[in-house]
């Protein structure tokens, strides 16, 4: 009903727009005032996770994409390797796992059995188990050694957004802690990472504000037979995300590239009037953001429509762009917390225009209990 839809059309709408509260929530009371992070709800000693020497992470869908992105977080924190694999490939290929490999789930509704599969085979294998979920008491939470719950509350449409971006935060507060425990010289970035974490519910509100002229382009855009997303770094996951979340709501084909990928392929396919999605690093990130200030630059020589989503300040993306969303000035690790937004405001109010059940797009299960 409306009332339970809280005034919002739709139940995905209400979602993005409970997203700086479900940001909120999965940060709170995991870390003190000065920084320091306080996980012991994981049920994990601190020896044992002294002795991980392997992450995986192990999902589906956009859990996956959560997992993509926080690949680069907790490398970069703990030096621990990190690899993200598909639930639904990891137990069919003889993966390496023993007692120091953490293997991180990630799943909203606990129940997605590719995912369940996969714990109890790296369960198994004597791997330590890990899950990152939004349900409490679910299948995948209880048949896991330890658990770190997203606080996004009920996600009740079938396209997960709240759940992503909480997913992210979980991960990252589990990067952070692995960092801490082990001591490693990023640690240093802890406590400063923890303050710019407190600050992004903030910034996705001012996104949700932002957000009339995303709508107001995808109704420009409801004849799109194909739309593109590229990114590089974090931006790439978002890139994937944001393809799939218009492939999954509005029927249309859309595909995520890492930009640096152009020249190998994806540019073959620009035409005449495509959307191209653009993820424009921070400025401050060395290099990244110049490179794809290129390839923004050669799609549209090639008659690309460009929606180049960049942060406030960063000027040399203006004279490219064919349409511009603007982003608060996050570290690059955060920037997947802001820059997913608009595309999921997008996809939504396209598949809407197109008269599309938006919470229940066809075809497809808020959680998928088969293999
Ligand atoms: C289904 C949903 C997706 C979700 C995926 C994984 O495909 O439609 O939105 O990302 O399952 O779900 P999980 O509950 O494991 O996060």
């Not at 009903?1 to 997203?19: P, T």
């Not at 759940?163 to 979980?170: D, E, M, W």
């Not at 004849?223 to 590089?232: A, D, E, H, I, P």
């Not at 799939?244 to 890492?258: P, R, T």
């Amino acid at each position: 009903s409306a009332a339970e839809k809280g005034g919002y059309d739709w139940f995905m709408l209400k979602e993005i727009a409970e997203q700086p509260q479900a940001v909120a929530d999965t940060l709170l009371g995991r870390h003190t005032v000065d920084g320091q992070l306080q996980l012991d709800e994981m049920r994990l000693s601190d020896d044992e996770l002294r002795d991980v020497d392997k992450i995986i992470i192990v999902a589906c869908g956009t859990a996956s994409y959560a997992g993509l992105v926080a690949k680069y977080a907790i490398e970069h924190w703990t030096r621990i390797p990190c690899e993200v694999e598909l639930a639904s490939e990891f137990r069919y290929r003889d993966p390496i796992l023993d007692r120091s490999t953490l293997v991180v789930s990630i799943s909203q509704s606990g129940e997605t059995m590719d995912t369940l599969m996969a714990i109890r085979y790296a369960r198994q294998q004597r791997a330590r188990v890990l899950s990152i979920c939004n349900t409490n008491g679910s299948t995948i939470p209880r048949e896991s050694d330890a658990v770190l719950y997203t606080h996004a509350g009920p996600e009740i449409a079938v396209a997960s957004t709240k759940g992503f971006l909480s997913q992210i935060v979980a991960c990252y507060l589990l990067g952070l802690y692995l960092a801490q425990v082990k001591g490693t010289k990023y640690g240093d970035e802890i406590a400063d990472i923890v303050h710019e974490l407190e600050k992004i519910p903030a910034g996705i509100q001012r996104m949700l504000d932002d957000a009339d002229q995303v709508r107001k382009l995808a109704q420009d855009l409801v004849g799109s037979k194909s739309v593109l997303f590229l990114g590089r770094h974090v931006g790439f996951p978002v890139a994937l995300e944001g393809a799939l979340k218009l492939k999954e709501l509005a029927y249309i084909h859309a595909e995520g590239f890492a930009a640096g990928e152009l020249k190998h392929g994806p540019i073959a396919v620009i035409e005449e009037g495509v959307p191209v999605f653009v993820v424009v690093p921070p400025k401050a990130r060395d290099q990244l953001q110049e490179k794809i200030v290129s390839n923004i630059q050669e799609i549209r020589a090639r008659g690309a429509r460009t929606i180049v989503l960049a942060e406030d300040g960063d000027e040399d993306v203006v004279p490219y762009a064919d349409h511009l969303i603007r982003m608060p000035k996050v570290p690059t690790l955060l920037q997947p917390l802001v820059a997913a937004v608009p595309l999921q405001v997008f996809a939504c109010e396209l598949a809407d225009q197109l008269g599309h059940d938006v919470d229940q797009p066809r075809n497809l299960a808020k959680s998928v209990t088969v293999e």
